[in-house]
């Protein structure tokens, strides 16, 4: 069946640095996608969405590009901080599925 | 206002036996997601209830599992018999619309903390 899936199991980067998480999804006919962060112990928190229409959309220190021709999505977050440590996870939600996870790992 | 709650946060059982998980949605929210983990992979769903209708049950894994959400509040789920693959982390989510094709509507689904199911 169709997928979404990220590029990268882990991401290691300094406090204060940028971190760019990759995702990759397969169904062509999806508009509408959602990033999740899930910290130890807790359930996935919604970060921000972006629909098809879209191939940018900003909140506080996140971006999310969308690449509809090479189905291709990414999170980046700026002047990372160690609360951003967690599991970071792509959502295609027409079929809500996630991929397996990106672990973000923020060095002071 | 409450979030969505799950319980039990955490239940080891027997191969063999049965567990039945709950979830308490966020009051007004008519869609229920039920979801899982299993041995850190990725997060696949299960079912979409809207009230206390089945809207897509294509994720349910085999008729060990059986979902309930009568009333359209809170939902449970049934694995009975457990088998030692049904070890993982079960989440529910809920929202106020419909995470799915309508578009304008308020999609944002909110998931709760999750059991952790552990057969041994």
């Known amino acids: 069946g169709e997928s979404v899936g990220l590029h990268l199991p882990t991401l290691s980067v300094q406090e204060g640095d940028n971190s760019i998480i990759n995702c990759a999804y397969s169904n062509s006919a999806s508009d509408y996608f959602i990033w999740y962060k899930q910290e130890s112990g807790k359930g996935p928190q919604f970060i921000i969405d972006?629909?098809?229409?879209?191939d940018k959309r900003q909140g506080q220190r996140v971006t999310v590009l969308l690449n509809k021709t090479v189905k291709h999505l990414s999170l980046q977050i700026a002047a990372t901080q160690p609360g951003d440590s967690a599991v970071y996870f792509c959502a295609d939600n027409n079929d809500m599925r996630f991929g397996a996870g990106t672990r973000l790992t923020v060095k002071p | 206002e409450a979030g969505v709650t799950q319980f039990p946060s955490h239940s080891v059982i027997e191969k063999g036996q049965t567990v039945t998980l709950r979830c308490d949605p966020i009051s007004g929210h008519d869609n229920l997601y039920w979801y899982r983990r299993v041995m850190g992979k990725e997060i696949k769903f299960l079912l979409h209830f809207v009230k206390e209708s089945k809207q897509d049950e294509s994720g349910m894994p085999n008729n060990r599992f059986l979902a309930e959400r009568t009333g359209g509040t809170y939902s449970t789920l049934k694995v009975q018999p457990a088998e030692l693959e049904d070890s993982g982390v079960y989440f529910c989510?809920?929202?106020?619309?419909?995470?799915?094709?309508?578009?304008?509507?308020?999609?944002?689904?909110?998931f709760g903390q999750g059991t952790r199911l552990t057969v041994v």
């Open positions: 972006i629909r098809s229409n879209m």
């Open positions: 989510a809920s929202s106020q619309g419909w995470t799915g094709r309508l578009i304008g509507v308020n999609t944002e689904a909110f």
